[in-house]
């Protein structure tokens, strides 16, 4: 089957604006992640790689391939949208891991930072738990959020102000398996 084909075989004959990041540019991306958190935190030193569901899944599970370190993986559902494009503001936790954070490097890993309700939300909450550091690593950041209480210390790519599908991100719970990244 030719890519266009596989392309509209998953998405279910919708077709997609454009590509906005394929496959082999997050590869390289996600890549150069890894060796960045690999680099930042020192030898010895507990790692927890919190994901933030279900958006984070796939850029979760190739980026712990790609720090070569012993990593502890947890993950976090909050959820701000409900079916929609646009975020409501409201964040609900429906599950919330019992990994303890003390002495603990915490990675939350998002899949975009959009108007950072989300993070906004969870970065107190989470820092009550007393990690040892707590930092984000998001693949993509829109750049549209005015306050947030805490910037991404790794961020994958600029994103272009469109809705995203695709490589994790979902529209409606659709697109999460599309292998790269396109607008809808
Ligand atoms: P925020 O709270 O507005 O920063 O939104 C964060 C969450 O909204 C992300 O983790 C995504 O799940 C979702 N989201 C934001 N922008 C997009 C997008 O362009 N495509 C798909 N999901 C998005
Ligand atoms: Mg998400």
């Known amino acids: 089957m030719a890519d266009s084909e596989l392309t509209l075989a998953r998405t279910g004959g919708v077709p997609l604006s454009r590509i ?9 991306c996600v890549r150069d992640m890894g060796r960045q958190i690999t680099e930042a935190i020192p030898e010895g030193e507990e790692i927890l790689v919190l994901g933030l569901l279900k ?18 993986v947890d993950f976090l559902v909050a959820s701000s949208y409900g079916s929609g494009t646009t975020s409501s503001g409201q964040v609900k936790l429906l599950y919330d891991p019992d990994a303890e954070f003390k002495g603990k490097h915490v990675i939350l890993v998002e ?13 107190p909450m989470l820092e009550e ?9 998001a693949l993509l950041h ?27 991100l979902d529209h409606s719970e659709k697109y999460r398996n599309l292998p790269f990244i396109g607008s809808l």
């Open 55 to 72: 958006g984070s899944f796939i850029f979760l599970s190739d980026l712990v391939r790609e720090i070569t370190r012993p990593v502890q």
């Open 129 to 137: 738990r007393e990690p040892r550091s707590l930092e984000i690593c």
């Open 142 to 168: 829109k750049h549209i959020a005015a306050n947030l209480v805490r910037e991404a210390r790794w961020v994958g790519f600029d994103a272009p102000h469109e809705f995203l599908i695709g490589y994790g």
């Open 20 to 28: 906005v990041y394929t496959a082999e540019q997050i590869a390289d």
């Open 111 to 123: 899949d975009i930072v959009d108007s950072g309700t989300t993070l906004n939300r969870l970065i």
